[in-house]
């Protein structure tokens, strides 16, 4: 069974930094894309950001030039660094993966963790 664990969520103020963890576990096959979205209330889920099975790397407009997506294999784990956080970055941030399987493409979702920008 696949599992997503999210983490480093909570409250900063305007202008700060968080980094969120995620922590892939149960996985068997091949993961062949890490990445981040996060949804805000009343709002539909958007990409912040995810990288490839080489390092290839995607940005939401909303992160570009402020998060960095980074990830450890080895570990099965993903990254977001993000900083100059703004109060519009206020949303849950899901951490997702896409399992290659012999035939099939496979996304899965943590259970997100909130992150609030606020002074």
């Known amino acids: 069974q696949v599992q997503l664990v999210e983490s480093g969520g909570g409250l900063v103020q305007p202008g700060g930094s968080l980094r969120l963890s995620c922590t892939v576990s149960?996985?068997?096959?091949?993961?062949?894309?890490m990445g981040w979205h996060r949804q805000a209330p009343g709002k539909e889920r958007e990409l912040v950001a995810q990288?490839?099975?080489?390092?290839?790397?995607e940005y939401g407009d909303s992160a570009k030039g402020r998060f960095t997506i980074s990830r450890n294999p080895a570990r099965n784990k993903v990254y977001l660094q993000m900083n100059d956080l703004k109060p519009e970055d206020t949303a849950v941030y899901y951490c997702?993966?896409?399992?290659?399987?012999?035939?099939?493409?496979?996304?899965?979702w943590g259970q997100g963790t909130q992150v609030i920008v606020s002074s």
């Open positions: 149960g996985s068997s096959a091949s993961i062949t894309k």
């Open positions: 997702n993966i896409v399992h290659k399987y012999s035939t099939s493409f496979v996304p899965y």
């Open positions: 990288i490839n099975i080489i390092g290839d790397t």
